[in-house]
């Protein structure tokens, strides 16, 4: 059984950056895609960010409009999110996921697409 830890939440002013991070464990740790999503109170979970373990090919939401840079280490099993300029409306929490398996069906932004995801942690902005 995969598990996911992530840290490196907070609370920053607006301008600042922070990194997130989170660790994945398990007996065999191989996955297809490990992706970001947040959801903010009274709203739904939405997509961040995605990237695609071996090949590293990324994908993000049209609301990052470069402000996020998703990284892997393949050695230390870790995704991270690097939020830059941060926002009041990105406070959030914020959750890794993982995905096993290719499939032609696979849609990177779909939460129901991701079988394994962590406790989430906290991210807010103050303005």
């Known amino acids: 059984q995969e598990q996911l830890v992530e840290s490196g939440g907070g609370l920053v002013q607006a301008g600042g950056s922070l990194r997130l991070s989170c660790e994945a464990s398990?007996?065999?740790?191989?996955?297809?895609?490990m992706a970001w999503f947040r959801q903010a109170p009274g709203k739904e979970r939405e997509f961040v960010s995605a990237?695609?373990?071996?090949?590293?090919?990324?994908y993000y939401a049209d609301f990052v409009k470069g402000r996020m840079i998703i990284s892997r280490d393949n050695a230390k099993n870790t995704v991270y999110l690097q939020i830059n300029n941060l926002k009041p409306g990105d406070t959030a929490v914020y959750y890794c996921a993982s995905r096993l398996y290719y499939s032609r069906q696979y849609y990177y932004f779909r939460p129901s697409d991701y079988a394994y995801w962590g406790q989430g942690t906290q991210v807010t902005v103050s303005s």
């Open positions: 990237v695609i373990w071996n090949g590293g090919s990324t």
């Open positions: 398990g007996r065999t740790f191989s996955p297809y895609a």
